[in-house]
């Protein structure tokens, strides 16, 4: 069974920084991409960003210059680095990992619970 945890959302205030985490446990063979995603109340999932397993990132227009994300192989494990963070910001933030099962059919596309993050002064 493979889980995803995030940590790190919380309330900071508008043009402050978070770093939000996400650790893959469990047993599997690799992972490719690792992405973040988010969803405002009354809103759709979106995307924020996604990053290869060799470190390629692309980013949604409304993030870039002021979010970063990366990973950590060793560690199964992607980050999201926030600055700047406008109210509009403010969502549950979702890890996204696309998993390379060791027995045929036991990979696939996984999530983890979802973390708040709230930008108000």
């Known amino acids: 069974q493979v889980q995803l945890v995030e940590s790190g959302g919380g309330l900071v205030q508008p043009g402050g920084s978070l770093r939000l985490s996400c650790a893959a446990s469990?047993?599997?063979?690799?992972?490719?991409?690792m992405a973040w995603y988010r969803q405002a109340p009354g809103k759709e999932r979106e995307l924020v960003a996604r990053i290869s397993r060799g470190g390629s990132a692309n980013y949604a227009d409304s993030m870039k210059g002021r979010f970063t994300i990366s990973r950590d192989n060793a560690k199964n494990t992607v980050y999201l680095q926030m600055n700047s963070l406008k109210p509009e910001d403010t969502a549950v933030y979702y890890c996204n990992a696309n998993i390379i099962g060791i027995k045929a059919g036991t990979g696939g596309n996984f999530w983890g619970q979802g973390t708040q993050v709230t930008v108000s002064s």
């Open positions: 469990g047993s599997f063979f690799d992972i490719n991409a």
